[in-house]
């Protein structure tokens, strides 16, 4: 069923960009043999999922949807992809994304747009765009994506689906094509809150693979999923209602919130601070990490080599000019450029202070609240091709995202309502380090 939606609707939306037809059957037909004989019993068993571009597949295409990878099939399997193979998953195939996750639209991908299901003269959000989008156009029933600075909420948002960022350390990065390693971040792109939490069950666990991986006491989490907000306390952050936020979306989201305060929750505004410093912050740690994280891609161990060149040198430059698109490169500079000499201190330095003020401003907020709650982005989905000439409006729309990875926490985008246009809006839920299972309840008991 999942492939003959693919058929249907694929042409129009561009959500992947490897469909694993074949593969898919055969390996369904196997899960049937075993879900017969009582070998598999879990709740992803026989499920047909789709993994985001960037998460190594043994044996199939893994492009980052960039030029440069073009070539790519991986010889091994990322942990949290073959955790959910050996729970039964069925995989449908990879998602389109922004090329090497660095973008917010799916438009910067090698290998053309993913479209909004809803309106498909929208974008679907991104990075995780074609995850996203094959979820909420019901092209596979959950999704991976990896979240970086809002790369699993934001297109959530804007595709009307559940989307969460776990802790950081609490799923393997292991096969994760790094973009910025210290915020990094595999999480479930689901219908609703039940299956989120099922995904996250399964994917989640230490890993020796990954040396930032932690070892959490417990990494049970449907167990969240009862109805009670009774006495939870909400904190509002005034600064994330502020200047810049649609009307409609504020509205969305107030409205949402009354609804769990009329379930008994205390909610209650403050000012969490600092929030102007987000992005500044993130872009030049992000992109720092992935000037050094890219420098792998020269033609010589991975993917794309340029045809003809002279020498070693003009053989890297050639590969990664021809191979790299526009925004990656943009990075690429910015983060060699922060991390010169003579511009390390006043640039990443300072960035990694900003990061660590962060951090302490949600701690203190934390004393106070189980979780914070506020929008995922500022509009709903924008038009396809108004955001890409604008890099720095693009940037700024992730106002309300990257604060968690720089900060480690865990969050979580649902599904509140649509604007004028009928277009989703998404309400982001943000918990204090290991605290998935609050947002897990707090988001099915408004469910
Ligand atoms: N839009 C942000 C960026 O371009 C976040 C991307 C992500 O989370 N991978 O860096």
Same mark, same amino acid.
């Given at each position: 069923a999942s492939l003959a939606q693919i058929d249907s609707v694929e042409s129009e939306v561009h959500s992947y960009v490897t469909i694993c037809r074949e593969e898919a059957l055969k390996r369904a037909d196997q899960v049937q043999k075993m879900i017969d004989a009582g070998e598999l019993t879990g709740p992803l068993a026989g499920v047909p999922v789709a993994i985001k571009d960037n998460m190594c597949t043994e044996g199939v295409l893994t492009t980052c949807s960039s030029k440069i990878l073009g070539n790519f099939v991986p010889t091994f399997m990322a942990e949290a992809v073959k955790r959910l193979e050996e729970a039964g998953a069925v995989i449908l195939g990879k998602t389109n994304m922004d090329e090497f996750a660095?973008? =917010? !639209? !799916?438009?910067? =991908?090698y290998y053309g747009v993913t479209k909004n299901?809803?309106? !498909?003269?929208h974008v679907p959000g991104g990075s995780s765009g074609g995850s996203c989008a094959a979820v909420a156009a019901e092209e596979c029933f959950c999704a991976l994506g990896s979240d970086t600075g809002g790369s699993i909420r934001q297109p959530s948002a804007f595709c009307g689906v559940v989307g969460m960022k776990p802790t950081y350390g609490t799923v393997s990065r292991y096969g994760l094509i790094a973009y910025g390693s210290s915020l990094d971040q595999i999480g479930p792109v689901a219908k609703d809150v039940t299956d989120c939490a099922a995904i996250l069950e399964t994917i989640a666990a230490h890993d020796e693979k990954d040396s930032t991986s932690i070892g959490r006491d417990s990494y049970d989490f449907t167990s969240a999923l009862v109805e009670d907000v009774k006495g939870m306390k909400i904190g509002i952050p005034r600064d994330y209602f502020g200047e810049g936020l649609d009307p409609e979306v504020k509205e969305a989201i107030l409205k949402a919130v009354k609804v769990l305060e009329e379930k008994g929750a205390v909610v209650e505004e403050f000012d969490l601070s600092l929030v102007e410093y987000a992005i500044p912050a993130y872009y030049v740690i992000a992109s720092a990490e992935a000037s050094s994280n890219l420098s792998r891609f020269d033609g010589v161990k991975y993917g794309y080599r340029t045809a003809e060149y002279e020498g070693l040198h003009n053989m890297y430059k050639k590969s990664r000019s021809e191979g790299f698109g526009a925004e990656v490169k943009r990075r690429i500079m910015l983060g060699s450029f922060v991390l010169s000499s003579g511009y390390y201190d006043a640039y990443y330095l300072k960035a990694l202070r900003t990061k660590a003020l962060i951090k302490k401003a949600f701690d203190r907020a934390f004393e106070k609240y189980d979780m914070i709650i506020g929008p995922a982005a500022p509009t709903t989905a924008p038009e396809l091709g108004k955001s890409l000439s604008d890099p720095m409006k693009m940037y700024l729309s992730d106002v309300y995202t990257v604060s968690v990875n720089l900060a480690g926490l865990p969050g979580i985008s649902i599904p509140v309502g649509r604007d004028s246009k009928g277009l989703p809006i998404g309400m982001q839920m943000i918990g204090d380090c290991y605290q998935e299972k609050k947002l897990l309840q707090a988001a099915y008991t408004y469910e």
């Open positions: 660095m973008g =917010s !639209t !799916t438009e910067t =991908s299901p809803w309106n !498909t003269a």
